[in-house]
């Protein structure tokens, strides 16, 4: 029973309650894809020669499979033909297949994998949760149905992060990588050809962006809505100077920082700059 305050937002507990009762069957389902699997499937020769290998401790590794869509990248070859191959490295498979050359033009290939279960990073956590909500008022919802990735660096820094510790003791083992999203959110920027930055809030929200377009030498168009001040000596009071001086904002960029509330002030910005954006467009095309 009570109220719990997240910021200006006041909560039922009966909230959280109702939360944990949702998220931890949809832990149970991903813990359970960590698990690693066999799997059998015939490939023809031409398909396997199209496959990119590697040697690996293990033996030898699937690293791209676009040929045969069955199988999962980073997938071990145990067997080939029910020959023995955990351990072998990639020329000795390559030089394998290829002596089968003799038994016809294209001779099925009898597969045996090991392949690893899922990895989950927080991106992926909260993409799960954006398909299993099926609900059209969740923002999560929209994310999963566009394919749009949310990161959260810190996911287990609150209720999400209680869900994972209670589940722990019904199942221990889920883990969560954070390294794959690094690298996702860092690309995204690097490969963009411009960025822009609209930061509610500060601490790692803030940081975690800026730092991604540190990669790329600084965004080009960027809007901090924020509380904090400068002389307390944290991230979320600094200045965009401060991200210009580290390369996270482009020097000939005009960037702008808003003191204030974002609850109220960010829907005060999109009504005069999205929706009229939308509001035109949808007159103009009816």
């Given amino acids: ?74 997938s071990t070859i145990l067997s080939i033909n029910d020959i023995t191959m955990a351990g072998k490295s990639q020329e000795d498979i390559t030089s394998f297949v290829n002596k089968m050359g003799s038994c016809g033009a294209n001779p099925e290939i009898k597969l045996t994998l090991w392949v690893p279960g899922e990895v989950f990073s927080p991106s992926k956590i909260i993409r799960r949760m954006g398909k299993e909500i099926d609900n059209k008022d969740s923002i999560l919802y929209w994310a999963y149905k566009n394919d749009i990735p949310i990161f959260c660096p810190a996911i287990t820094d609150g209720a999400v992060g209680d869900v994972v510790f209670f589940h722990s003791y019904q199942k221990e083992g889920f883990v969560i990588d954070t390294a794959q999203d690094i690298k996702k959110i860092n690309e995204m920027a690097m ?69 204030g509330d974002a609850s109220f002030i960010w829907p005060l910005l999109v009504s ?15």
Wanted: hydrophobic share 35%.
């Fill in 272 to 286: 005069q700059t999205f929706v009229k954006h939308v509001e035109k467009k949808t007159s103009s095309d009816e």
């Fill in 191 to 259: 490969n963009a050809p411009k960025t822009g930055m609209i930061i509610l809030g500060g601490g790692i929200v803030k940081h975690h962006i800026c730092n991604a377009n540190l990669m790329r030498n600084g965004a080009d168009f960027s809007v901090f809505v924020n509380t904090g001040q400068e002389f307390d000596g944290s991230d979320s009071g600094a200045r965009p100077d401060e991200a210009i001086s580290w390369g996270k904002i482009r020097i000939d960029a005009k960037p702008v920082k808003v003191y």
């Fill in 1 to 74: 029973k009570g109220i719990n305050r997240i910021g200006n937002l006041l909560v039922p507990n009966k909230n959280y309650i109702a939360f944990e009762d949702w998220l931890k069957p949809i832990l149970g389902k991903m813990l359970d894809e960590q698990e690693p699997t066999v799997q059998n499937l015939s490939i023809s020769k031409k398909q396997f020669s199209k496959m990119m290998l590697r040697t690996c401790r293990a033996g030898t590794m699937v690293v791209d499979s676009d040929a045969c869509t069955k199988i999962r990248p980073k």
